[in-house]
């Protein structure tokens, strides 16, 4: 089923291009089969293992013929295009004619995979095709196994579909980018350059626009009623039986009484029906006469402003960023959107990343402070224990938390967040009574709302990531890998006390590697770049550094084991030792994705 809310594109394919030698006469006739079947194999493991973001299995486009020649590349070139191909694979189990088959698209990520047999140079191709992709500055993945293969061999070793898979994903999410927006609802945020929103980033590497959206416009369509009045009733009462209030910790002259915090839920929910409009658009808004705003601004993801100028007057935006960026609300399980606090797009982009590579649900949050050892010790008397005893990393923000991230969800009796198709009426239900939603602190947030309480259950494997920009080097990507920690109530309740107790915390230890950015805990926080990181669910850092190498920006620092990164054949021409200044010098070479509009 196709998810309509998926914005005004058809979802891209992936095209599998089966490469030949082009001799006739007994050559050619004697790899049609052998050839044919690698692309039908490669296809069933990309349907069998990936989905789009509608929880649909990918679909896969085989040219129609072998590819022998330039003619027919180009027919395939054309079925590709009509077929709405994003990205493709060429496979290959014999030698052919490198640069008359390769593909040219500039923007097409491709990857090619060369059979590692004896009987015909499958290896030689590949070695080839790749040699010409470079020279002509058109970077290609290279798939090559590591075990020689019989030629009759029809298995897809595990290591050849660890890279396929590996790549077929960080090529779906550029696919899946490319043509979208990024709606920034408001400006900046209390002078956080992440909410500086940055056109020239989004449309040369992402091939994303960017659409703007004053904040009065929420007001409008408030006071207008241009929205789902039928869908705002449910959701009240949806609100009023899930929703459940914590404490109010104002100072009593500061609290605010039962009308007002019933009027600030009425608002938060239409905040959160219009602003999901006014990314996406809503059938319903024409049926009421209002089709400029029906049509929404085909929005991948949007951060909205908030602090100061809507925060001060009015509702803050917690609840209607943490809803859209769960899995679920009034209306059912359905698929997270991509909502930033503080308009930071730069935290909006790496929670798309990870949306896009794993459809779960992201969690943006501060990188608010490193606990040491002693530290702890010292407020608590306790000690750190286990995979936090070397210090942990508190990370916790007001706003767009998805409740999905409170880590109540089961799989394999273990917490995860989930692909929406997944998720189980349990799952939300858990979700949902970890949740707290808690009156705002009005020395923060004037206006009132409610920002929602909950603490992430530990032993969840999680990947931390953030892009940066800087002058003179462009965009660069931020990844550390680890796991949520769960520590004693009376270790977190002193530490958490000491911040805002009425916001979600996940503690989190990243996996140390004894080296640079990772030598220890404090090293990961005194080197990230910003005051806001997103994490994803899993340890996707691999695919992540992939997905940059397609976008051509550099990944400053991570703790992914060497053997797991895949970058384009190109890279190792930069550098085999320091793997890092080889990125920085790649990305620059070859420079932004689509840089050359």
């Not at 050849?160 to 709606?183: D, P, T």
Request: net charge negative; aromatic share 10%; glycine share 10%.
């Amino acid at each position: 089923m196709k998810d309509t809310l998926f914005l005004n594109a058809r979802l891209p394919k992936i095209g599998i291009r089966p490469i030949i030698d082009g001799r006739r006469n007994g050559v050619r006739e004697s790899l049609e089969n052998t050839t044919m079947g690698m692309a039908r194999r490669v296809k069933k493991l990309l349907e069998a293992n990936l989905r789009y973001p509608n929880g649909a299995p990918v679909e896969c486009v085989i040219a129609d013929t072998t590819i022998g020649g330039v003619a027919e590349a180009a027919r395939c070139a054309e079925k590709f295009a009509r077929e709405g191909v994003g990205l493709t694979i060429s496979v290959t189990p014999c030698w052919c004619y490198g640069s008359e088959t390769i593909d040219m698209d500039p923007f097409m990520p491709k990857a090619i995979w060369g059979f590692n047999g004896t009987e015909r140079p499958g290896a030689v191709y590949l070695a080839a095709a790749l040699a010409g992709h470079n020279q002509k500055g058109l970077p290609a993945f290279g798939i090559y196994g590591r075990d020689v293969q019989d030629a009759g061999d029809e298995k897809i070793p595990d290591d050849v579909a660890q890279k396929i898979l590996q790549f077929a994903r960080a090529g779906m999410a550029v696919a899946l980018m490319r043509g979208k927006s990024y709606l920034s609802i408001g400006n900046v945020s209390m002078g956080i350059a992440g909410s500086i929103v940055d056109p020239h980033f989004f449309e040369s590497y992402l091939g994303m626009r960017c659409e703007y959206v004053d904040m009065s416009e929420i007001t409008r369509r408030i006071e207008e009623v241009i929205y789902d009045q039928e869908e705002y009733a449910r959701a009240m009462q949806w609100v009023k039986e899930n929703c459940k209030e914590g404490a109010d910790r104002n100072p009593p002259d500061k609290q605010a009484g039962w009308e007002q915090k019933d009027n600030e839920w009425s608002t938060s929910v239409k905040m959160a029906l219009i602003c999901r409009d006014l990314m996406v658009g809503n059938p319903r808004l024409a049926d009421m006469g209002y089709k400029e705003e029906a049509e929404g601004h085909n929005a991948l993801a949007a951060g909205f402003q908030g602090q100061r100028q809507w925060t001060d007057h009015f509702p803050n935006g917690d609840f209607m960023e943490a809803i859209l960026n769960s899995s679920f609300d009034w209306n059912g399980i359905r698929r997270p959107y991509i909502m930033a606090t503080e308009n930071d797009s730069l935290n909006g982009v790496a929670m798309l990343f990870g949306y896009l590579l794993t459809n779960t649900a992201q969690v943006f949050a501060d990188v608010r402070t490193f606990w040491s050892p002693a530290a702890v010790k010292r407020v608590t008397g306790k000690e750190l224990e286990g995979i936090a005893a070397g210090g942990i990393i508190h990370l916790i923000n007001s706003g767009a938390a998805a409740l999905d991230g409170s880590g109540r969800m089961l799989k394999d009796g273990r917490p995860a967040m989930k692909p929406f198709w997944e998720i189980a009426p349990e799952d939300v239900k858990a979700c949902l009574e970890a949740t707290t939603w808690w009156p705002a602190v009005r020395e923060y947030f004037r206006g009132g709302g409610f920002s929602s309480k909950f603490v992430t259950k530990g032993g969840m494997p999680i990947t931390l990531s953030r892009v940066n920009i800087i002058k003179g080097l462009g965009p660069v990507l931020q990844i550390a890998e680890g796991y949520t920690v769960e520590l004693p109530e009376d270790i977190h309740r002193v530490l958490d006390d000491r911040t805002d107790p009425s916001w979600p915390t996940t503690w989190f230890a990243p996996r140390l590697t004894g080296k640079g950015a990772f030598t220890d805990v404090y090293s990961v926080m005194n080197n990230w770049g910003a005051n806001h990181g997103a994490f994803s669910y899993g340890h996707i850092g691999a695919d992540l550094i992939t997905l940059a190498s397609i976008l051509r920006i550099p990944v400053c620092m991570h703790n992914v084991p060497p053997e797991r990164i895949f970058r384009p054949s190109a890279w190792s021409a930069f550098g085999t030792e320091d793997l890092e200044g080889a990125d920085y010098r790649a990305c620059r070479n070859f420079g932004p994705l689509y840089g050359k509009y």
